[in-house]
């Protein structure tokens, strides 16, 4: 069965500062999918970025981009210029076979 | 905003009674899912289904049936509610068609309280 680690409960910024997030998650499966999802205070789940395994080449959408280490099981999420609307849970969340789980969350508190 | 509808989005019940959450969608996806979120945990796979009438466990189905009897309508029943049952229920659709894989569209959530 596959699992979704996020080993930091919580993280803060600050204000135009970078920050990283990290998920690892365990599967025998070569192809697959990965999600960052972010749930701000108003508790709806909006797709931040997504990742295919078979692409070598890391997402990028505008201030957020992933590392995607294949190998390492590895999906860690880097928000720059980080903003006040960017406080939010986070969630890392493997796809296969239209299945998706979920990681625990990173709660995210970006601070002036 | 993917048409997605969740109801009723409050709701609040006692131990033994029967509930019924209903998702309704718009977009005509083949996979619908009903996740519960709890703290600590995130969001657990109760439920979903591929198709009319096809449908699969996930990591929590104990204590709760699902039916998909249109494409459009997906509906979570909880035969006997429990306290441990008290939770967030998200709704979510999805297109997968041959290789290509769509990310989840979430309802709103519903809010159930069981006492």
């Known amino acids: 069965a596959q699992t979704v680690t996020q080993s930091q409960p919580e993280m803060s910024v600050q204000e135009a500062e970078t920050v990283t997030l990290s998920c690892t998650y365990d599967t025998s499966e070569n192809n697959y999918y990965l999600f960052w999802y972010k749930q701000p205070p108003s508790r709806q789940m909006i797709l931040v970025i997504r990742q295919e395994a078979y692409k070598q080449q890391n997402a990028t959408e505008n201030r957020f981009s992933v590392n995607f280490q294949k190998a390492a099981k590895s999906f860690s999420l880097k928000i720059s210029d980080s903003q006040l609307g960017d406080t939010a849970m986070y969630f890392c969340a493997f796809m296969k076979g239209g299945k998706l789980i979920f990681g625990t969350g990173t709660r995210l508190q970006v601070f002036p | 905003d993917a048409g997605i509808t969740q109801s009723p989005r409050h709701k609040v019940t006692e131990t033994g009674t029967p509930v019924t959450l209903r998702c309704h969608q718009t977009?005509?996806?083949?996979?619908m899912y009903w996740y519960r979120q709890d703290p600590g945990h995130g969001l657990r796979l109760i439920h979903y289904s591929y198709g009319v009438k096809d449908t699969d466990k996930g990591e929590v189905s104990d204590g709760y049936s699902v039916s998909r009897s249109k494409t459009e309508d997906f509906l979570l029943t909880l035969e006997s509610a429990t306290s441990s049952q008290t939770s967030v229920y998200f709704c979510?659709?999805?297109?997968?068609?041959?290789?290509?894989?769509?990310?989840?569209?979430f309802g709103e959530g519903s809010r159930l309280t069981v006492l």
């Open positions: 979510a659709i999805s297109e997968i068609i041959a290789t290509y894989t769509g990310e989840l569209f």
């Open positions: 977009e005509n996806h083949r996979y």
